[in-house]
């Protein structure tokens, strides 16, 4: 079974422009949940995703933003980037909604110049 | 607010000898526990988790965890590590019927000296 994919792995852009990543869950995974990494905040909760619905956010301001679609595949945006936005942007799926095991994904790492 | 604490950011220890790592949690309900590792350039894995029941789990590659409800806390153990087990391990929490939001600790860095 493959596992949770995410593209694109690296990313570079510039302050004020605005950026899409990708995750694909494991097959038959419904809930896809998004966590940003970095050296000063640790790992930090964004938000999750369930049957295209979102189910809990974190406390990010409103320039980040998801999606997910109807095959469960999920997409965060992030728009108007600031230097602190650089991190490793984590996806996360489960298999049903509540409390279990989250598989992890590789991670996109985003640098903003 | 609800948080995860891990007291020990650096560790070093040299093969063969014990693991504790300690995790407390402040949280207002009942909560699921788990312990993330990640190695260098690997995703984050799943080592061991606890939802309900013995409050002694056991995970893989010989780690093992006590969640003792009245201390709030999770304190991850191994009797003797190897240079292998060289990572970052992650204490992470979700309230029951949360959804799958995770709180992590900071995490715990741990080097294994030959």
């Known amino acids: 079974k493959a596992g949770v994919t995410q593209t694109p792995r690296y990313l570079i852009k510039t302050r004020g422009q605005q950026v899409t990543l990708s995750c694909s869950p494991i097959?038959?995974?419904?809930?896809v949940s998004w966590y940003q990494q970095t050296p000063g905040q640790g790992l930090q909760f964004l938000f999750e995703y369930f049957s295209e619905t979102q189910r809990n956010k974190g406390n990010f301001p409103g320039r980040f933003s998801g999606r997910q679609f109807s095959n469960s595949r999920s997409e965060m945006n992030v728009s108007t980037l600031e230097l602190g936005d650089s991190a490793l942007y984590l996806c996360?799926?489960?298999?049903?909604?509540?409390?279990?095991?989250?598989?992890f994904g590789p991670g996109t790492r985003l640098t903003v110049l | 607010a609800q948080s995860v604490s891990q007291h020990n950011h650096h560790v070093i220890l040299s093969e063969a000898a014990s693991l504790e790592l300690g995790c407390n949690y402040s949280y207002g309900g009942t909560v699921n526990l788990f312990w993330y590792v990640q190695y260098p350039g690997q995703h984050l894995q799943l080592l061991l988790k606890y939802f309900s029941g013995d409050p002694l789990v056991k995970g893989i590659k010989g780690f093992e965890a006590e969640f003792i409800k009245s201390k709030f806390s999770f304190n991850l153990r191994k009797p003797s590590v190897q240079w292998s087990d060289t990572a970052e391990y992650f204490c992470a929490v979700i309230l029951t019927g949360g959804g799958n939001k995770l709180t992590f600790g900071t995490g715990t860095q741990l080097k294994v000296e030959l």
């Open positions: 097959s038959g995974h419904r809930s």
């Open positions: 996360a799926s489960t298999a049903v909604p509540n409390n279990n095991e989250q598989f």
